[in-house]
């Protein structure tokens, strides 16, 4: 374990790396380094960027040790030579460091390059700017000069999190080098060392709170661990999602919104509570697909993969989509809580979501569930979001043209009997062999974004040059105006002629097709997923056109009530 330091507390400065042997994680700089230093081939500058708390300062200052070291083993430093205790304790005279962030004026970069020229005591002057694209234009300009034609005896060393801010002019005179964030593995085994070293009582629960609040990051966690210890707990250290994850998992939006309720009540903010959620979710995410490079251990890694395979793949990769979303239109909202809670219940009712990913999901979950009646429902209505029964009124009148095909089903292709292909030359013609073409030969061509609406999508009619589709609203429409290239260049690579793509919502004002009737498929129509949507409220309370989360909330909290007006 690296030579703690006494007299200081905090755990990420007490057990600072001290040679390259220590340093965990970054594997690619050290064999740069050690070897650079081994083989007297050091460059002249270098730039160390990566995300905070990777060890980037910390690389630079055992670097100026390997440099200076009394006794060096094969590029690394001894860690016990008065120049290794010199630079470790700040004050030897071979190392200037400047934190570029409060120092960034022309005049802070001139004082320091002006004494680049002078002796130093060691073999090596090195200087460290940490966070060097803070830098004025000015500064850099001068710091360039230096770089440009630097002292033979003299190493830069530019630390910063953000690379592509530091001048080009800079970055092309430097030896990159991109540090990493450690694995969660790596940082367990970090966490576990330091436990021993140390004598903490911590335990392996709140050593896998601290790595997974670390994020990556050696020092985030090693602080975490610190602050786990002075609280002595991990309970209250990150918000517990489990209620609201069982929520969703149920479809209870009643349940989602109360748990997030119970989440501010405890003081967490929605922005904080929407990036922590996603962060989890990331986690089942990548559990689910390749779990080798997931961060999380022990317990939360049994959580999170158990919360994958409740979810699904679907499901959880619209999860990450639609909170994403929140996140970014949070930044802009009057009230961040109200935009949250919006997305919590388009998770739980995927109806409310326009989107194909929560279409596919509907069809998914119909196709989990078969028992479904074959007869046409009524137009479905606006009811309850978590549990009402709904209403009916009566069904609109169908034009003879959708009365004739509305069977018609492009869920799946329909059993055809074997009959001889149509010549692919020949234009549309006869209702049954077109609807057969389209669903076996046309949507198959199309990106899977296009089918997925074409397979919601009901084939009304077809004529010379043209083939008409109902959609269910106008929202789905919009979303077909702009797959409608894609379709259009299937059906004329199919048909071999020009063709015209119509739609229309609801199949209104069509043009009448043949007298043509076709059977039904077997698989369930377009009607019958709102059907199905529909008898998963049968056993709720009253009915009640909701037409908002407001009035869902008030008929889930006042069963039975009526608004007087």
Not at 32 to 52: E, I, K, M, T, W
Not at 288 to 313: F, H, M, N, Y
Request: net charge negative.
């Amino acid at each position: 374990m690296p030579t703690s330091i006494d007299g200081v507390t905090s755990l990420y400065r007490r057990f600072r790396p001290g040679r390259f042997s220590e340093l965990r994680g970054q594997d690619h700089v050290v064999r740069a380094l050690q070897g650079a230093v081994a083989r007297d081939r050091v460059n002249h500058a270098y730039l160390f960027s990566g995300p905070r708390g990777t060890g980037k300062t910390t690389t630079a200052r055992i670097l100026a040790k390997a440099l200076n070291c009394e006794n060096p083993d094969k590029g690394d430093a001894c860690n016990v030579c008065a120049s290794c205790v010199a630079i470790s304790k700040g004050s030897s005279l071979d190392v200037t460091e400047l934190d570029a962030a409060s120092n960034n004026g022309v005049e802070d970069i001139r004082d320091i390059t002006s004494g680049a020229w002078h002796g130093t005591p060691g073999r090596w002057k090195v200087y460290i700017f940490d966070e060097v694209h803070q830098l004025t234009k000015a500064a850099s300009a001068a710091l360039l000069k230096t770089l440009e034609e630097p002292p033979a005896h003299v190493v830069f060393v530019l630390a910063t999190t953000d690379p592509h801010k530091v001048l080009p002019t800079i970055r092309s005179r430097t030896q990159h080098l991109e540090f990493r964030l450690l694995a969660g593995d790596t940082l367990n085994t970090l966490l576990s060392d330091v436990r021993g070293a140390a004598g903490l009582s911590a335990t392996d629960e709140l050593i896998d709170t601290a790595v997974r609040l670390g994020r990556g990051s050696a020092r985030d966690a090693l602080s975490a661990l610190d602050q786990l210890l002075a609280t002595g707990s991990g309970e209250d250290a990150a918000p517990d999602f489990d209620a609201l994850f069982d929520s969703l998992v149920q479809a209870d939006a009643a349940g989602a919104l109360r748990s997030l309720a119970v989440l501010a009540r405890d003081g967490w903010d929605p922005e904080q509570l929407a990036e922590t959620f996603a962060a989890e979710v990331r986690q089942a995410f990548l559990l689910l697909v390749a779990p080798e490079v997931a961060d999380v251990t022990g317990a939360d890694r049994e959580r999170l993969s158990e919360w994958g395979k409740q979810l699904g793949l679907a499901r959880t990769v619209r999860t990450l989509e639609t909170v994403g979303r929140a996140m970014r239109e949070m930044k802009s909202a009057p009230d961040k809580t109200v935009v949250l809670e919006v997305a919590l219940v388009r998770l739980v009712v995927p109806e409310l979501d326009v989107s194909v990913q929560a279409l596919a999901e509907r069809l998914e979950r119909l196709e989990r569930n078969p028992g479904v009646s074959s007869a046409p429902s009524a137009p479905s209505v606006a009811r309850p979001i978590a549990s009402a029964t709904p209403t009916t009124t009566p069904s609109a009148k169908i034009p003879a043209a959708v009365e004739v095909t509305a069977a018609v089903s492009t869920l799946t292709p329909p059993p055809v009997a074997p009959a001889a292909a149509a010549p692919d030359t020949a234009e549309p013609g006869d209702l049954s062999d077109v609807q057969h073409r389209f669903t076996t030969r046309v949507i198959p061509r199309t990106p899977r974004g296009a089918q997925m609406i074409l397979k919601t999508a009901i084939f009304v009619a077809s004529g010379p040059g043209e083939i008409t589709l109902a959609v269910a609203d106008n929202e789905i429409r919009r979303h077909a105006e702009e797959i409608a290239p894609s379709v259009r260049a299937a059906l004329e690579y199919e048909f071999k002629t020009p063709m015209k793509l119509l739609w229309v919502v609801d199949g209104a004002a069509v043009a009448p097709a043949p007298e043509t009737r076709i059977s039904r498929p077997s698989r369930p129509t377009v009607e019958e997923v709102a059907a199905f949507d529909d008898a998963n409220d049968e056993d709720a309370g009253v009915a009640t056109d909701v037409t908002s989360v407001a009035q869902h909330l008030i008929t889930e909290m006042f069963p039975g009530s009526t608004e007087i007006r």
